[in-house]
């Protein structure tokens, strides 16, 4: 619970900071514009672009909030992509969510928490510059939830082979089962792909 909150004052604190930049940077977006058609009227395409890089480079940090709707979703979500990101990985995230789940946010917790914690350790274990990506599907329709997440396997790791995953797995399989939910788990073409069906 003292983890959820955590993560849930992140995200909070997170989306205040990002609607502070939105706002700043709607006030200051008329004098890029007007800065970027100076430039060009004067010919200096480069400083141009460089100005046209700076003002996307801004739009781009405020497109890195992941959002569904759901408070709870959006805090785990939120906390595994900057986690990720501090470690040069990346998440590819395809999402939607009904505001409300009928599922106990610690059931959300170690279902999501631990398969991307996984994951993440996973393309963490590969080298400095190989940093590889991870694909989240979180997707709800009707009252089915289906949750995938997949990441390729590295060839070396601190851990033993197939050992990776193996941290708070188990707790997930148990969580899926108390939830009447169905899980898969398996390992195909180097790429470890956990899928999760849930009735919420």
């Excluded at 480069?46 to 709870?72: D, H, R």
């Amino acid at each position: 619970m003292q983890e959820q909150l955590a993560h849930q004052e992140i995200y909070y604190q997170d989306v205040i900071s990002r609607q502070d930049e939105s706002r700043a940077l709607w006030h200051d977006i008329k004098k890029y514009m007007l800065a970027m058609e100076n430039l060009v009227s004067k010919n200096d395409q480069s400083e141009a672009q460089n100005q046209l890089t700076t003002l996307k480079n801004k739009f781009s940090n405020l497109e890195q909030l992941v959002y569904t709707g759901n408070s709870i979703a959006d805090g785990i979500l939120n906390y595994g992509s900057n986690k990720a990101q501090s470690l040069g990985i990346s998440i590819n995230f395809d999402l939607w969510l009904d505001t409300e789940l009928n599922i106990s946010p610690v059931d959300l917790y170690i279902i999501i928490g631990n398969t991307m914690d996984n994951a993440i350790e996973a393309c963490d274990a590969f080298p400095a510059g190989q940093k590889q990506s991870i694909s989240c599907t979180l997707r709800q329709k009707n009252h089915v939830l289906l949750y995938e997440i997949s990441n390729p396997i590295p060839q070396v790791s601190v851990k033993k082979a197939g050992d990776i995953h193996g941290y708070g797995l188990e707790n997930v399989k148990e969580c899926v089962n108390r939830n009447n939910g169905f899980i898969s788990v398996k390992t195909e073409n180097d790429t470890f792909c956990v899928s999760i069906t849930l009735n919420v």
